[in-house]
C-alpha cells in the first residue's frame, strides 16, 4: 500500500514537473499520425498533448534501452542546440554514447570513415532537424526512438514519444525522465525515491547566463591597495644614506680618468706622425717613363 502511494505521488510529481516545463504545449499544426497523442486545440490554435501517453511512451522507451546489455550500443543525438546539453547529460548518466552537433553524414553508413558506428539503438530529439541520422538508420536496420511533436514527421520513427522538442526547459525535462526510469529499471536508483541529480542540469544555458556567475566572482574579489603604505612616507626614510655609499677596498688606488684629450706619448691624434710611403720598384724589362700631360707620342 505504501509503495503504491509513492508511485502515485511520484507521478503527480513527475507531471506537474511536465506541465511546468511546457511538455504538454504542442504548435499549431498536426500531423495525421500525431493526432491519437492529442488532448484538446486551445482557442489560439495550439494543440495540447496528453500528458499520461508521454508518460507512458517514456517508460516504454526506458525498457528498450535496459534491454541492451551494452550501454555504448546506445547513440543518442541532437543537432539543436537546446538538446546538447541534455544529450551529453544523459549520456552520462546512462552510459551511453553521445553526438552532440551536426551530424556527419555516413556516420551509420560509409565504413571507411573514422566515426563510423553500427549502434544498436537510436535516440533523437527532433525528427525534423534530425533527418539525416533517421534516414541512415533506415537503411541499416537501426530502431529508432524521437521526441515528436504535434507537425513532427513519423517517418522511420519507431517509437515516438508525444511532447514539445522546441522548449529547452522541456527537453531537459524529458531526458531527466528518461535518464531516471533507466537507473530505476537497472536497479541503480530505488524506485519511488527521489533522485539526486537536479533536472536543471539538463537545461540549455546561454553564453550570457554562464558568465554571470563569473563576472560577480570576480567583482567579489578584495584587492589589497600596495599604494595605501607608502602615504606619507619618502624613499629617503625606507633607504638609508649610507647604502648608496660606494664599496672602496682599501689599499688599491683608484683607477686615473682619462680621455682623448689626455696627454698619452707625447701627443694625440694630430701629433702621430705619417707612416712612410712604399716604394714599388718596376719589374726587369720595363722602362719608366714620365707621362707629360701635354704630348701624345
Not at 508521454?54 to 550500443?73: F, H, S
Not at 556516420?107 to 533517421?134: A, K, M, V
Not at 578584495?222 to 629617503?236: L, P
Not at 688599491?252 to 714599388?280: E, K, N
Amino acid at each position: 500500500m505504501a509503495n503504491a502511494q509513492k508511485t502515485s505521488s511520484t507521478k503527480e510529481l513527475d507531471i506537474r514537473m511536465m506541465l511546468a516545463s511546457e511538455v504538454h504545449l504542442g504548435t499549431k499544426n498536426c500531423d495525421f499520425q500525431m493526432e491519437r497523442y492529442v488532448y484538446k486545440r486551445r482557442n489560439d490554435g495550439i494543440y495540447i498533448i496528453n500528458v499520461g501517453k508521454t508518460l507512458e511512451k517514456l517508460q516504454l522507451a526506458a525498457r528498450i534501452i535496459v534491454a541492451i546489455e551494452n550501454p555504448q550500443d546506445i547513440i543518442v543525438q541532437s543537432a539543436r542546440p537546446y538538446g546538447q546539453r541534455a544529450v551529453l547529460k544523459f549520456a552520462q548518466y546512462t552510459g551511453c554514447h553521445a553526438i552532440a552537433g551536426r551530424h556527419t553524414p555516413g556516420t551509420f553508413t560509409n565504413q571507411l570513415q573514422t566515426s563510423f558506428s553500427e549502434p544498436r539503438l537510436l535516440i533523437l530529439t527532433d525528427p525534423r532537424t534530425d533527418h539525416q541520422p533517421i534516414k541512415e538508420a533506415a537503411l541499416s536496420n537501426i530502431p529508432t526512438i524521437a521526441f515528436c511533436d504535434t507537425d513532427s514527421p513519423m517517418r522511420y520513427v519507431d517509437i515516438g514519444i508525444p511532447a514539445n522538442n522546441k522548449g529547452k526547459h522541456s527537453i531537459g525535462c524529458l531526458f531527466w525522465l528518461l535518464a531516471r526510469m533507466v537507473l530505476q529499471m537497472r536497479g541503480l536508483t530505488p524506485p519511488g525515491h527521489k533522485w539526486d541529480v537536479m533536472v536543471d542540469l539538463f537545461f540549455y544555458r546561454e553564453p550570457e547566463e554562464a558568465k554571470e556567475p563569473e563576472e560577480e566572482n570576480v567583482q567579489a574579489l578584495e584587492y589589497t591597495d600596495y599604494s595605501a603604505a607608502a602615504v606619507g612616507t619618502e624613499w629617503s626614510n625606507q633607504i638609508p644614506d649610507a647604502q648608496w655609499t660606494p664599496d672602496v677596498v682599501p689599499g688599491v688606488p683608484a683607477p686615473v680618468a682619462s680621455g682623448w684629450d689626455a696627454d698619452q706619448g707625447g701627443g694625440g691624434w694630430d701629433a702621430a706622425a705619417a707612416p712612410p710611403m712604399a716604394t714599388v720598384a718596376p719589374p726587369a724589362g720595363v722602362i719608366a717613363t714620365v707621362a707629360n700631360p701635354g704630348v701624345w707620342e
